[in-house]
């Protein structure tokens, strides 16, 4: 006969066994997460890197584009001073040939930056400087108050600066 505390022993071996074969499962799943988790971070932190370089190279390009737009806007400000500095008809607040070109170009360029969609936040030009008819000829007759171009310049926009031309 066998003897009952060999039996138990046996049923205590192989429940001990299946035990330690289950921990061991767990153990090892609980690693294989780890790495996946570890892979999708490092994956994660690499995208975050190409996507902040990206963003920097970005607001830098756009930056420069701001800052030659600046200079641009500078040299045609100089370049209207220095016209109208050494003009005898702008000093004497009527506007010469030479300043008129400046003034066009200048205003040219500028809607052509704001059709392209280059210029953030620009300041469109009105569109029209009359009786508020559009014809622009309006003076002292309809009563109104000169435009504040008819003021700095002595002219109606029809009778010189165009921005359409």
């Known amino acids: 006969m066998l003897n009952p505390y060999l039996i138990i022993a046996f049923f205590l071996a192989i429940a001990g066994s299946g035990?330690?074969?289950?921990?061991?499962?767990?153990?090892?799943?609980?690693?294989?997460?780890?790495?996946?988790?570890?892979?999708?971070?490092?994956a994660y932190a690499e995208a975050t890197r190409r996507n902040v370089a990206f963003e920097s190279a970005e607001s830098l390009r756009k930056a420069k584009a701001a800052a030659a737009r600046r200079a641009k806007d500078r040299e045609a400000t100089h370049n209207l001073e220095m016209e109208i500095a050494k003009d005898e008809v702008a000093r004497t607040c009527r506007v010469g040939a030479g300043t008129l070109g400046v003034l066009q170009r200048s205003i040219r360029a500028t809607n052509d930056q704001i059709k392209a969609g280059g210029v953030d936040g620009a300041v469109r030009p009105v569109e029209s400087a009359g009786n508020g008819?559009?014809?622009?000829?309006?003076?002292?007759?309809?009563?109104?108050?000169?435009?504040?171009?008819?003021r700095v310049f002595g002219q109606t926009k029809s009778g010189g600066l165009d921005s359409t031309q």
Do not use: C, W
């Open 19 to 42: 035990y330690g074969g289950y921990r061991h499962g767990i153990n090892v799943a609980e690693g294989e997460q780890a790495e996946r988790d570890l892979l999708v971070a490092n």
């Open 133 to 150: 008819d559009g014809s622009g000829t309006g003076t002292g007759i309809t009563g109104r108050k000169p435009t504040l171009f008819e």
